[in-house]
């Protein structure tokens, strides 16, 4: 009697020695014992066939009499050139195979193509991976974006108090007698064109954020950019002419972009200038201006290789104390 036993079961039990189990080596082909039992002969050839396939034969006895197991693999190498027919479909798998996405933020250096406004091909280029693949998280964004709000914001609003109020500084009435609320001038806030009490004055409303934080703020856009495959890197931004438009061609060549943001290395080229000026969807900055707030506002990034450099050497720069 063969029972057919799958030795992921029986490892679950322990090993196959403590079990009493006696195991055979695996055999090829037609040349295999087992314990003198012909009728186990008989069906190893009817396993093994040709040589192209291997059987694994393993005895276990528990208290009782000895039975066999059986498990069949095959050896064969299938290649493009080989003429054995079609694969075979049991040795095909039904489950979906997955390309494992990257994981993000284990500090890795990444390589990019490096292209231009033409699509031409100019080799590639290795970013930092402390600078363009650290870890995403949001609550350093919010606060770098909230300090760049706050930092901008004017805060020229102004009200005026009882002494900047114009109008009469008499009595309107006498203090007793009428019956009346005592008063002692029209230009109070409870009345209409009267002052404003504890109202805002020009003030800054900048609050301080420490430069490690503002410094990972930047490092955490680049990252995420790069993440989504919205990052790319131009060998430079020179364009042939001022017209308009070349660069809404090419936006237009791109899948899944609205708002663009171009940065340079050095100033702004002229012609870069003119091109852009008049598109609300495209945007140009130098390195030094790079901020999360305008990372944040446009969906891709294009970075001009000096670019990259500069915002690299930018991020190594230690900071002053």
């Given at each position: ?33 087992a314990s003198g039992q012909n009728s186990i002969l008989n069906l190893s050839d009817q396993i093994a066939g ?184 131009f060998e430079d931004l020179e364009v042939p002419t001022h017209k308009t438009k070349n660069i809404v061609n ?40 790079l901020n999360v707030y305008s990372i944040l506002q446009h969906d891709t990034l294009v970075m001009s290789r ?16």
């Amino acid at each position: 009697m063969a029972l057919s036993i799958s030795r992921r079961i029986v490892r679950s039990f322990g090993s196959l020695s403590a079990l009493g189990f006696r195991e055979y080596p695996t055999v090829a082909g037609r040349s295999f014992q087992a314990s003198g039992q012909n009728s186990i002969l008989n069906l190893s050839d009817q396993i093994a066939g040709d040589n192209l396939l291997h059987a694994e034969c393993f005895s276990f006895s528990k208290g009782g009499p000895s039975f066999l197991g059986f498990r069949r693999f095959s050896t064969t190498i299938w290649t493009p050139d080989s003429n054995g027919g079609a694969f075979p479909s049991d040795l095909l798998s039904s489950k979906t195979v997955l390309t494992p996405e990257r994981t993000i933020g284990l500090y890795e250096d990444l390589v990019v193509p490096v292209t231009n406004f033409h699509n031409e091909d100019h080799g590639l280029m290795v970013l930092a991976g402390d600078v363009f693949d650290v870890p995403i998280r949001k609550d350093i964004i919010h606060r770098v974006v909230r300090w760049q709000l706050a930092k901008r914001q004017q805060g020229t609003h102004s009200t005026k108090t009882i002494s900047e109020v114009s109008g009469t500084g008499r009595k309107p009435w006498q203090q007793k007698g009428l019956g009346r609320a005592r008063h002692g001038s029209l230009r109070g806030p409870q009345f209409r064109g009267g002052a404003t009490m504890h109202g805002p004055k020009p003030r800054s409303h900048a609050f301080k954020l420490n430069k490690k934080v503002r410094r990972l703020g930047l490092k955490i856009a680049l990252s995420a950019r790069a993440a989504e495959g919205k990052l790319l890197v131009f060998e430079d931004l020179e364009v042939p002419t001022h017209k308009t438009k070349n660069i809404v061609n090419y936006v237009n060549q791109m899948e899944n972009t609205k708002k663009l943001l171009l940065v340079d290395g050095g100033p702004i080229n002229e012609k870069l200038k003119l091109a852009t000026q008049n598109l609300h969807y495209v945007n140009v900055l130098p390195s030094i201006g790079l901020n999360v707030y305008s990372i944040l506002q446009h969906d891709t990034l294009v970075m001009s290789r000096d670019a990259v450099n500069r915002i690299v050497e930018r991020m190594h720069t230690p900071i002053n104390r």
